[in-house]
């Protein structure tokens, strides 16, 4: 059975640089075709997905914020870690953690999602 | 960038209610489109993949249709747990992903 648990800060201050920490289990992140990625939700609004890492080490970012993103892993740990530096008020979101289906580019199993607010 | 339109934004239905949802696409992606269904506090769950392919578990009244640049998600009879919100997400591009807004499914 697969899942995933984020884990982080719940509260950021602006400026401030998030870090996100997926934790995951019934999969191995070096099985061809698989990623992890982060998908966020401003609460209210749609979702948005920030950023991939694939199995073999390659990574993609949403253009709009690749500037202000990494995503890493550690397979070994079946750990992908998200960071987003400048936190502003308006990335206040849940923040969840997702399994890319292998071949596929859809998000099969999700975490129960994080909180994270961004203020002072 | 791949932009997702879906329509309506909220939709207002009763018990028994045949009910159709749409997914617009900026440009073609083929049958690259996938929905999800949201439950307030909760993760979205996978339904429906390659625009009308239902997910393992999911209720057989859910189904998709669709190819290029537009897409539709229905629900033959609405059920009482079927009040949530729907989201569609296009994946023809490897690299990147993108959502619909959401459309947010209301008991009449």
């Known amino acids: 059975q697969i899942t995933l648990k984020e884990s982080g800060p719940t509260l950021v201050r602006p400026t401030q640089t998030l870090t996100l920490t997926c934790t995951f289990s019934g999969f191995s992140l070096t099985t061809t075709g698989v990623g992890v990625g982060w998908i966020r939700q401003p609460p209210g609004q749609a979702l948005e997905w920030l950023a991939v890492i694939y199995w073999h080490g390659e990574e993609r970012y949403n253009p709009s914020r690749k500037n202000r993103l990494t995503i890493s892993k550690d397979a070994s740990k079946n750990q992908v870690v998200l960071s987003m530096i400048n936190m502003d008020p308006a990335d206040t979101a849940t923040y969840y953690c997702?399994?890319?289906?292998?071949?596929?580019?859809?998000?099969?199993?999700w975490g129960q999602g994080t909180l994270v607010t961004v203020s002072s | 960038d791949i932009q997702m339109t879906q329509s309506p934004s909220t939709l207002s239905a009763s018990i028994g209610d045949r009910v159709t949802i749409t997914c617009r696409a900026s440009q073609s992606i083929g049958p690259w489109l996938a929905w999800y269904q949201q439950k307030p506090g909760k993760a979205p769950r996978l339904l429906i993949y390659k625009a009308s392919s239902l997910e393992s578990g999911v209720p057989t009244r859910f189904s998709g249709s669709g190819s290029g640049t537009e897409f539709t998600l229905t629900i033959s009879s609405l059920q009482p747990d079927d009040f949530a919100t729907y989201h569609c997400?296009?994946?023809?591009?490897?690299?990147?992903?993108?959502f619909g807004q959401g459309t947010k499914l209301e008991i009449k």
């Open positions: 997400q296009q994946y023809n591009s490897q690299f990147t992903y993108t």
């Open positions: 997702v399994h890319r289906r292998a071949g596929y580019g859809l998000f099969d199993f």
